[in-house]
């Protein structure tokens, strides 16, 4: 928890290759946890780098396919990234998978909602 804190405090005090360092040291230190590579992915996604980003989600959800939180960043990375169906994918996915998480099901279901607005079209 201490870690995930000071990456979260790096994060806010502008230091994102510390707060990326502290992400990843944690995931080594619990590889069955999707949750670090979930927050490197929202660190990525943050700065505009979709590509790193999308690739963290892949490993976050790899790591812990329950995790509904997992599926809908990831939905949100490929959205942005212009990979509309698989992101619909992901975040229905997520969407079946959130007996206990009503804030991943939210996400999700704001994720789609905003794509059927026309949030994520990425061509002029």
């Given amino acids: 928890f201490v870690t995930f804190k000071g990456g979260a405090t790096a994060l806010s005090d502008g230091r994102h290759k510390h707060a990326a360092d502290l992400f990843e040291g944690v995931g080594h230190l619990i590889p069955h946890s999707g949750v670090p590579p979930m927050l490197l992915g929202n660190l990525h996604f943050a700065q505009g780098k979709l590509h790193l980003a999308e690739k963290a989600h892949r490993d976050a959800v790899q790591r812990e396919p329950s995790r509904a939180a997992c599926w809908a960043h990831l939905g949100e990375a490929l959205l942005w990234g212009g990979k509309v169906v698989e992101g619909l994918e992901a ?6 998978l959130t007996g206990t998480d009503p804030s991943a099901k939210q996400f999700a279901t704001n994720l789609k909602q905003a794509q059927e607005l026309g949030c994520f079209d990425t061509e002029g």
């Fill in 91 to 96: 975040c229905d996915h997520a969407l079946s």
